[in-house]
């Protein structure tokens, strides 16, 4: 993702999602949260949202993170 490579990003943070609802339900949360960004990244705006959304319902805390993340500034204003 750094390297700003999104479309090879996408498929794996998928993979790691699978495996964290498998093996580490404890950080799905985070995972979840770093999924929307790709996905955002991708042009899958109202995916993102979903994905954004889900990751705030694991984890409440993930909300202030997204209000001050530059990744997922274009999604603020549809945050609930």
């Known amino acids: 993702f750094t390297e700003k490579r999104y479309a090879e ?3 794996w943070q998928r993979e790691a ?3 964290a609802e498998q093996y580490a339900p404890g950080m799905l949360g985070e995972v979840v949260y770093d999924l929307a960004v790709i996905l955002l990244a991708n ?3 109202d995916e993102s949202v979903a994905a954004l959304e889900r ?3 694991l984890n409440p805390k993930l909300r202030q993170a997204a209000l ?3 990744d997922l500034a ?3 204003p549809r945050l609930k």
């Open 9 to 11: 990003a996408l498929p």
């Open 17 to 19: 999602l699978a495996l």
């Open 43 to 45: 042009g899958a705006g």
């Open 55 to 57: 990751a705030i319902g």
């Open 68 to 70: 001050h993340d530059d």
């Open 74 to 76: 274009a999604l603020r």
